[in-house]
T-cell receptor, first 115, second 110 residues
Framework: GAGVSQSPRYKVAKRGQDVALRCDPI?????LFWYQQALGQGPEFLTY????????KSGLPSDRFFAERPEGSVSTLKIQRTQQEDSAVYLC?????????????FGPGTRLTVL | AQSVTQPDIHITVSEGASLELRCNYS??????LFWYVQSPGQGLQLLLK??????LVQGIKGFEAEFKRSQSSFNLRKPSVHWSDAAEYFC????????FGAGTRLTVKP
């Protein structure tokens, strides 16, 4: 595709429900990143994949958050037993190589609202 | 720990006026620095980046930024603002695990 796509664009969940957010990176991009952006804040790093390997998950806020990229392309961010504080926009980004100075291309985000 | 401070939450400038958005960083080594722009409903777009070399960096859309190590700053500038520049601007530091500032919202008056 032309860019990073994310689905769904909007998700409303009741507190305690599990949600799954999907990211389709740009084809051929090695690296994939997830960020959480709370209202009025900048994005906060959650986790990073190089191909299928999750190399950094230091930003995941709790063990309710889980990310995977089993075939090194599409990634899913799963949040179990959602809480109100999980309400945010979840951004996915990809970059062509694994180098640290490579441009990250961002998707439009998934806005999660937990009631 | 690496961090970024954007002191201005909201800035309003007139169309055609010059613009400077401030960014201060904290980083243990030579920082990777970035400026991104986020328009409503759009993904973050990279304006420019710096790691080494010339401390004045040119980016897209007529933006530039200057790295000043002594001031731990990486301010974004544009000589003449266009109405389409109205957006949220984020400064970021780091490598793969980028740390973003809270953003500066730019409003452009006609």
């Amino acid at each position: 595709g032309a860019g990073v796509s994310q689905s769904p664009r909007y998700k409303v969940a009741k507190r305690g429900q599990d949600v799954a957010l999907r990211c389709d990176p740009i084809s051929g991009h090695v690296s994939l990143f997830w960020y959480q952006q709370a209202l009025g804040q900048g994005p906060e790093f959650l986790t990073y994949f190089q191909n299928e390997a999750q190399l950094d998950k230091s930003g995941l806020p709790s063990d309710r958050f889980f990310a995977e990229r089993p075939e090194g392309s599409v990634s899913t961010l799963k949040i179990q037993r959602t809480q109100q504080e999980d309400s945010a926009v979840y951004l996915c980004a990809s970059s062509f190589t694994s180098g640290p100075f490579n441009e990250q291309f961002f998707g439009p985000g998934t806005r999660l609202t937990v009631l | 720990a690496q961090s970024v401070t954007q002191p201005d939450i909201h800035i309003t400038v007139s169309e055609g006026a010059s613009l400077e958005l401030r960014c201060n960083y904290s980083y243990g080594a030579t920082p990777y620095l970035f400026w991104y722009v986020q328009s409503p409903g759009q993904g973050l777009q990279l304006l420019l980046k710096y790691f080494s070399g010339d401390t004045l960096v040119q980016g897209i859309k007529g933006f530039e930024a200057e790295f000043k190590r002594s001031q731990s700053s990486f301010n974004l500038r544009k000589p003449s603002v266009h109405w389409s520049d109205a957006a949220e601007y984020f400064c970021a530091v780091g490598a793969r695990d980028m740390r973003f500032g809270a953003g500066t919202r730019l409003t452009v008056k006609p």
